[in-house]
Every structure is written in C-alpha cells, then in structure tokens.
C-alpha cells in the first residue's frame, strides 16, 4: 500500500482520552483509514508462514525442522476449522462482518485460497526436496511402495492381514450405500473398482475409511531393513493392497484424501440450563461440521476430484491437491524420536532463582519477598510445589484456582484433588469452553468435583482466561494470602515449550484484589474495586488506553515517551488507534507480537514510530507484558490478556503490576533481548509482509532465547 495516509481533521476519538491539550493538539489524521488496518485472516496466514520458514533454518537441527514443518499443517488444520469455517459462515448466513480492514469476506476468502496455495505447495516441495532427502542421509526413511525389497513386502502384507484388514469397513456407492459421513480430519480413501459384486453392483466406486485405531505411521522390523529406521504410512499400506478388500473385483485407482470441517462450537450458554451436559453433546458434532477443505492426492483422477467435491458441497478453490501423504502431522512421530539427539534441541534443565534453591518453605520465601519465574527458563516446579505444600500444610484453609488449559491428570489437579480430599475448601473456576480442550476439561472437572472440590464454570458468556491462584493460611491470629498470578496456563507441559511469566506474592493489596475477582467469578455482585489488578471486561482495556495516551501527552510536551508491549496478537481498533495517535506525537513504540498483527507499521505521518517483530524460535513465546516509560517512572503489568477485542471484552483477564526496581528491571532486560534479537526476529512491514534482516557486517548474530538460556540455565546444558 501507498505508505502516505491523506490526512483529515477527525473528531476526538472518545476511546483514548488525551491525557491533557498537549496530547490532544496532535496532527488530525483518519485512523478510520481501512488502509491502516491488515485483515486478522491474513495476519494469521502470515504467522503459519513464519512457522513454515523455520523447515528452512539450517542452523536448527533437522528433526526440529521437521516439527517446524508439522506444526505448520496442524496449524493451518485449526486456520481452515475455525477461521475460514467463521468466514464461510457469515456468508452462508448473508451476515457479512466487514472489520476496520474493510476486506469482505469473500474478498478474504479469495485471497486466503491464493496464499494457502502456494504455501502448502511449498510446504511439500520443503518436505519432498530438503527434509526427507537429509532424513534419509541420517538413516531415517519412509520407505515408499516402489521401493519395498521382496521381505518387506512379505511383512507388509501380513501386517495389513493381520492388523489393518479385519478392521477395515470398505464401503460400495449405490443407492442402498450412500456417501458415507466421514469424520473431520479422517484418512479415507476413494476407490474406482471394475466388475459385479455377489449382488449383482457395478456402481465402480467405493470408499475406505483407515481406520483410526490405527497408527498412520508403522516402523519396520530391523530385520527386514538395511540399518537406520525405516517406517511404512497405513496409506501405503491400505494403498497396496486395496484389492483384497474387493474380493473378485479389479481395483482401477485408489487415492487418499481427507477432509477438513467447522470444527467451531456453536453452543450458546444462554440457551441451556447445564452447559456441561450441553458441551458433551457439541463436541461430537465437531467431528460433522461443514465442509470447508478436501485434500487429495495429485494423481487422483479429476473426475473423481470433481466427485467429491460435489459430494461435499465445496468449489476447486477449497481443493488442494498434495504431493504425499494428506495428513502431515502423523509425522510426528519421526520428529520426536529421541533416537536422534543430534538431530534435536540439545537439552536443557530449567533454573531456581536462589531464593528457591534450598527452601523448604515456600510461605516463608514468599511471605518476605516476590518472586518472579520466566519459563521455561526458570522452572515451573515452585507452583506446583506451593500448591502441593498448601495441600499438605494444616494451616492452609482453602485454595481457589483457575483452570483454562491443563490435563486431568496434571500435577495441579492431583494437589488440588490432595487438598480437597484432606478436607480444605478447594474452589476451581474450569473454563469449559477452553477451545480443543473442552473435553479434557469437563474430565478434570469431574474429578474434581469427585474428591469434594467446588467447581465453578465461570461467567455465562464470557470465558475466564485470567491464570490465578490464591491461598488462604493461618498463621497465628492473622489470616495470611498467598498468590501466584501467571501469563501462562496451569499446564507443565506447556511450561517447557512456552515462555511465560509467573509471580509468586504475599502482598496484601494484590492478593485482595485476587480474593475479590473469585468472589466475582463464584457468586454475584456489583464490579469490586480492585487496588492494583486490573481486570477485563471492566478496567483493563480502559486503563491500558489511559496510559496509552499519557505516554502520547508527555510526548507532545516534549518529554521522552516509549511503550513496549509483548503479546500474542494485537487486533482490538481501539487500541491501534490509541497506538498510532501515540505514533504520531512521538512516541517510540516497540511492539512484539508473535502472531496476528493488524496495525500496520512504517506509514508515513501515521505509524512511522512503530516497530513491529515477529520471535519465532525454539519456545513459543506466549508472555504478555505491557511496559510504559512514564516520564522516567516506569509502569509494568505482566498479563493473560492479548490486545483483542475478545480478550479485553468478552474474557475473565488479569494484568497485574510489577513493583520494585529488580523485579522491574528484570521484565525490561528481557525486553531489550527481544529488541536486539537479529536471528529469530521478523520486522513487520507496512504492506503487511515480514521480512527478517540480514545481519548486518561486523555485527554478532544475536538469538533472544539463547541469550536467556545462556543467562538463566546454561544454553544447552543438561546439569
């Protein structure tokens, strides 16, 4: 886009208040300009495609290259479930929803359709042409059909026999057979057949489901392999031998394909009385959802392409023909072999800040001082010991937590069932609604409800994504809180792969405002005033735009003014607005968001004081933290919240502050790694690509989660 805005008096924008005059008397620009704005569809696409450019780092090892590779797919799985089901949708339904962006929906469509073409192509031109190539120079192979040596193709067949076969449901088309309704994401086959069945049908078409208590990856006898490990896909398998499962018939062609449907919820809580019981019944109808993609093999024939494309009600835009096999992400199974460590991260072991390292009693550390973890750096083990201690400790009275992601069978849930069974008041906000986690919930929700926890499903309506934890012990004649507050979830398998603050405090004010929103969460009431939390739907937004716009005051007074924020993905207009009138009054605004990013930088009059960088590297980076120079008195919060609309509108958020100068300097030291970072980074450009910049001459490559490995743990050390 022409990076030049025409510029135009506005009204005030009401959704940032200036500050003072000063701010207000900033150039009028219209930041109403659907050109300031990128879609949020094509953002996401733009991160997929980070993902997919790390399969072409030589400097990471090539099985991690090879989940780069994978994670793409699954992502790009979720992008068609639920982003471009929700624009199918609005269509369907003549609701056309039009973003600041001013992209309709079926403009979007087209544009998505184009890019997701060309990228998945080259995903499998990366996975045919890079990856599996060096893998098979490293002894690892996918051994394909035409290349099975006379024992493997004896094992192979008794293997289909034995395993595959008698749990195969061929399914002839005629009249008494329809289509069948096949599973969202399932491995099937189209089949042409020539000849007449017992019963008299020569439809020439069957389907074959793989069945999906198969593995869709079998590694093979050593015995039967020259060296290495040498694995064999079920489709190859099925593919081989499609033949006998259509006894006296003649097999023409058979070719895998997979479909891909809405996998979006669609209950409404309003409308049922028990949304547990109601979400049960949601989620097997995800698996049946509209159709919004067919995968094929490229060497099926185009009159069964166009078959099934009508058979599921799709165009040739939906189509994306594979050169391999449909679903990707079965290799996984390669990628975590931890035969290979060569081929892998090198290990590492998570840190203990020293106040940690040889306590026995958490309360006791926390009760003098805060301490704050950066994971996967520092290690999550003093959360859960706190909570395993308070579990245990007689003087601990009740425990309230939120749970949003975790497993059911999670170190936190067996010290919450521990404290619930010893007889402590245990409450556990689960969110139901927790997307792709709903069932995992609803099991650890039982569970808990099972050991005498209250659990509480939230807000009607509104998810609680806000990470919290709060203790209440006795100790003496005084009742003492205790609190973690995380950007994070309460999941420690997560904890390894993401980045993510947590604190850990006894401050009085903090964990009152912390016993206050579970009161709002659990019973009714009017908004409580908090302290120090902020909270979304009610503060949070309205508070970020207010420091939004001081900072944008002292700027137009001359003073020096900064923000950094690090979050996920930043889509809420309001806050662009705010961001880009902080631009133009001067403001140097440096913006880390690993994923969606709607605001557009480097417009000239607009946003030219705003940088914006993508970190893709080992760990997901997934903190938030919110940090504003305040005329030389700085303001920090670490919070659960992205800047979008649904998180600072219609979700249970916390951002909460970071006080003292070591704490403080601490988050900002990190800050300052993310903004050196000239490896992992990519800088968002005004017409809404990434581009990573070269090194410059003479200047050292410098890797943010490196550094912070290096500094915290020991960079690839496993002591």
């Given at each position: ?126 996975l045919n042409e890079r990856i599996l190539p060096e893998l098979v120079a490293h002894g690892i192979r996918i051994v394909r059909r035409t290349q099975w040596t006379h024992k493997q193709k004896l094992w192979v067949r008794r293997y289909f026999r034995e395993e595959v076969a008698p749990l195969v449901t061929p399914i002839g088309l005629d009249p008494t057979h329809p289509f069948p309704l096949l599973v969202n994401k399932s491995l099937n086959f189209i089949v042409r057949l020539e ?176 301490v704050l973890l950066l994971h996967p750096y520092e290690s999550f083990s003093p959360v859960v010991d706190l909570l395993r201690q308070a579990a245990k400790d007689p003087q601990v009275l009740a425990i309230k937590q939120t749970l949003y992601r975790t497993n059911a069978n999670s170190e936190i849930v067996d010290a919450l069932v521990d404290a619930a069974r010893a007889g402590k008041e245990v409450t556990a906000v689960v969110e139901l609604r927790a997307r792709f986690d709903e ?240 490896t992992s980074a990519s800088l968002l450009q005004s017409e809404g690509q990434y581009l990573r910049p070269a090194v410059p001459g003479g200047e050292s490559p410098r890797d943010v989660q490196t550094e912070l490995m290096e500094k915290l743990c020991g960079a690839g050390s496993a002591h």
């Amino acid at each position: 886009m022409n990076s030049r805005i025409i510029r135009e008096t506005l009204p005030p924008d009401a959704s940032a208040p200036a500050a003072n005059d000063a701010a207000s008397a900033t150039p009028a620009v219209d930041l109403t300009d659907n050109r300031l704005y990128i879609h949020r569809e094509l953002s996401q696409l733009q991160f997929n495609i980070r993902v997919l450019d790390q399969a072409l780092d030589e400097r990471t090892p090539l099985l991690e290259r090879l989940k780069f590779l994978l994670i793409f797919s699954s992502n790009m799985d979720e992008f068609f479930e639920i982003r471009v089901a929700g624009l199918k949708g609005q269509i369907a339904l003549d609701h056309e929803m039009i973003g600041p962006d001013g992209i309709p929906p079926k403009r979007a469509l087209a544009e998505i359709s184009e890019i997701a073409h060309r990228q998945i192509e080259r995903q499998y031109a990366i996975l045919n042409e890079r990856i599996l190539p060096e893998l098979v120079a490293h002894g690892i192979r996918i051994v394909r059909r035409t290349q099975w040596t006379h024992k493997q193709k004896l094992w192979v067949r008794r293997y289909f026999r034995e395993e595959v076969a008698p749990l195969v449901t061929p399914i002839g088309l005629d009249p008494t057979h329809p289509f069948p309704l096949l599973v969202n994401k399932s491995l099937n086959f189209i089949v042409r057949l020539e000849g007449v069945d017992a019963f008299g049908r020569d439809s020439g078409l069957a389907i074959v489901p793989a069945p999906r208590v198969l593995p869709r990856l079998i590694r093979m006898p050593l015995e039967i392999c020259e060296g290495g490990d040498n694995y064999v896909l079920l489709s190859s398998i099925i593919h081989a031998h499609a033949e006998e499962l259509f006894p006296g018939m003649h097999v023409l062609g058979c070719y895998q394909f997979r479909l891909t449907r809405n996998a979006d919820l669609t209950l409404d809580p309003e409308d049922v009385e028990d949304l547990a019981l109601a979400l049960r019944g949601e989620l097997y109808s995800r698996r049946f959802g509209d159709a919004v993609r067919l995968e094929v093999a490229d060497n099926c024939p185009k009159d069964l392409i166009d078959y099934l494309l009508k058979q599921f009600g799709l165009t040739e835009s939906e189509l994306y023909e594979v050169n391999g096999p449909v679903n990707l992400a079965r290799l996984f199974r390669i990628a975590n072999n931890v035969s290979y460590p060569q081929l892998q991260y090198l290990p590492f072991t998570p840190a203990l800040p020293k106040a940690l390292k040889h306590a026995e009693d958490l309360f006791q550390v926390i009760g003098k001082q805060d301490v704050l973890l950066l994971h996967p750096y520092e290690s999550f083990s003093p959360v859960v010991d706190l909570l395993r201690q308070a579990a245990k400790d007689p003087q601990v009275l009740a425990i309230k937590q939120t749970l949003y992601r975790t497993n059911a069978n999670s170190e936190i849930v067996d010290a919450l069932v521990d404290a619930a069974r010893a007889g402590k008041e245990v409450t556990a906000v689960v969110e139901l609604r927790a997307r792709f986690d709903e069932e995992s919930n609803l099991t650890l929700a039982s569970r808990l409800q099972q050991a005498g926890a209250m659990v509480i499903y939230g807000v009607v309506g509104i998810k609680t994504h806000a990470k919290l934890m709060l203790i209440q012990r006795r100790e003496g004649s005084e009742l003492v809180r205790y609190a973690h507050l995380g950007t994070g979830n309460y999941h420690t398998g997560n904890a390894r792969l993401y980045t993510d603050y947590s604190l850990l405090t006894s401050d009085d004010a903090l964990c009152e405002d912390v016993h206050k929103l579970f009161s709002q969460l659990t019973g009714m009431g009017k908004v409580l005033h908090m302290k120090k939390l902020l909270h979304a739907p009610f503060t949070l937004k309205k508070t970020l735009l207010e420091l939004i716009a001081h900072e944008t005051a002292h700027a137009a007074a001359g003073r020096p003014a900064q923000i950094i924020l690090k979050v996920n993905a930043l889509t809420e207009p309001k806050v662009i607005r705010a961001l880009y009138k902080a631009s133009i009054a001067g403001v140097h605004i440096d913006l880390i968001v690993r994923g969606v990013c709607c605001l557009r930088p480097g417009v000239e009059g607009v946003s030219e004081n705003i940088q914006v960088r993508s970190i893709i590297g080992r760990f997901l980076e997934h903190s938030r933290a919110y940090w504003f120079a305040n005329d030389g008195e700085p303001q920090l919060y670490l919070s659960s919240a992205d800047l979008m609309e649904r998180n600072l509108d219609r979700r249970v958020e916390t951002a909460f502050p970071i006080e003292g100068k070591k704490l403080q300097q601490r988050v900002r030291n990190a800050l300052e790694l993310y903004l050196t970072d000239n490896t992992s980074a990519s800088l968002l450009q005004s017409e809404g690509q990434y581009l990573r910049p070269a090194v410059p001459g003479g200047e050292s490559p410098r890797d943010v989660q490196t550094e912070l490995m290096e500094k915290l743990c020991g960079a690839g050390s496993a002591h």
